[in-house]
Structures are given as C-alpha cells and as structure tokens.
Nanobody
Framework: QVQLVESGGGLVQAGGSLRLSCAAS????????MGWFRQAPGKEREFLAA????????YYADSVKGRFTISRDNAKNTVYLQMNSLKPEDTAVYYC???????????????????WGQGTQVTVSS
C-alpha cells in the first residue's frame, strides 16, 4: 500500500508556471506506474499524464501535451507535474494516483488507479 500527498498548488496568472509534487510513502514506490488527474467543479475527473515505474515511458492527454511534463524521482519517492503556459481553464483540484497494474500500458482511466492523494488546488487567473 502507498500513501500519496500532493503539494505545489496555488494561485498563478495565466501564462505562468507551477510544479506540482506528489510524495509517496512506503518502500515500493518504484513499482507503481503513476498518473496525474484534475477535477474542476461540476466536471468529471480528467486524465492529464502518466509515467511508468521506471520513468522510461510517459503518456499525455491531448489537452496538456506540450505544456505539461510528468517526471519522477524514485530515490525521493516523488512524482512531479511541471505545468507551463497555464490557462484559466486549467483551474481545478489536481490529484496524483498510483496503479498496481503493470502490463506495459499506461492508463488514462481513473478506475485503473488504486491509490489517490487528497488533491491540491490550482487556480489560474486571467
């Protein structure tokens, strides 16, 4: 089992950048593929990016491709989401998640993830 804690959210102007971090507890972090999602009020949870356990593979939603970058540091038990060129429509609560499913596929469906953090708020002002 793993516990996830996100940080790094806040208020930023449009065009700005933020880097979110997700710190994981436990000694098995490097065995999990990880994902980032977000959820705006009244909307479904939206997939953003995923990264394999080794960091060798990544997968992005079209809506953030070229603006967001997912990375991980297994020595620090942390996964990151670098967000650039932020837009007001990026305003949401951002979540990291871990999946125990390792079949050579990175997942975009929330139901494929087993563990979730509590979320961190990102607000982008126009």
């Amino acid at each position: 089992q793993v516990q996830l804690v996100e940080s790094g959210g806040g208020l930023v102007q449009a065009g700005g950048s933020l880097r979110l971090s997700c710190a994981a507890s436990g000694r098995t972090f490097s065995s999990y593929d990880m994902g980032w999602f977000r959820q705006a009020p009244g909307k479904e949870r939206e997939f953003l990016a995923a990264i394999s356990w080794s960091g060798g593979s990544t997968y992005y939603a079209d809506s953030v491709k070229g603006r967001f970058t997912i990375s991980r540091d297994n020595a620090k038990n942390t996964v990151y989401l670098q967000m650039n060129s932020l837009k007001p429509e990026d305003t949401a609560v951002y979540y990291c998640a871990a999946t125990t499913r390792r079949f050579g596929v990175l997942y975009s469906l929330p139901l494929k993830y087993d563990y979730w953090g509590q979320g961190t708020q990102v607000t982008v002002s126009s």
